[in-house]
């Protein structure tokens, strides 16, 4: 059964790091494209990061660039994302999501097949 599930969320002050991790079972993992979202009660899933197959195209939403890093093991069937600089507005929900065969710039979520239950991070100010 393919599974996604992430960790590492919490509770942080403003300006600390976060470093969440999502470890994928079930699935030949190399096959996918992998992506950070977010998501805010009422609002609409936000691309946060993405990385491909093989870590060679990286893509960042917005929010997310010069203080967040996505990267990825294809050994370990895990994909990282740092958050350094974080502020109150990063809080939200973070999900991990794969896509299948997907190349390039994926940043609709209707795209990727699989999810994670999510991780919640919240920063205070």
């Known amino acids: 059964q393919e599974q996604l599930v992430e960790s590492g969320g919490g509770l942080v002050q403003a300006g600390d790091s976060l470093r969440l991790s999502c470890a994928a079972s079930?699935?030949?993992?190399?096959?996918?494209?992998m992506g950070w979202f977010r998501q805010i009660p009422g609002k609409e899933r936000e691309f946060v990061a993405g990385i491909s197959r093989q870590s060679k195209l990286i893509y960042y939403g917005d929010s997310a660039k010069g203080r967040f890093t996505i990267s990825r093991d294809n050994a370990k069937k895990t994909v990282t994302l740092q958050m350094n600089s974080l502020k109150p507005e990063d809080s939200a929900v973070y999900l991990c999501?794969?896509?299948?065969?997907?190349?390039?710039?994926?940043?609709?979520?209707?795209?990727?097949?699989?999810w994670g239950q999510g991780t919640q991070v919240t920063v205070s100010s």
């Open positions: 999501a794969a896509c299948l065969w997907c190349t390039g710039y994926v940043p609709d979520p209707d795209k990727y097949k699989y």
């Open positions: 079930g699935l030949t993992f190399e096959y996918y494209a």
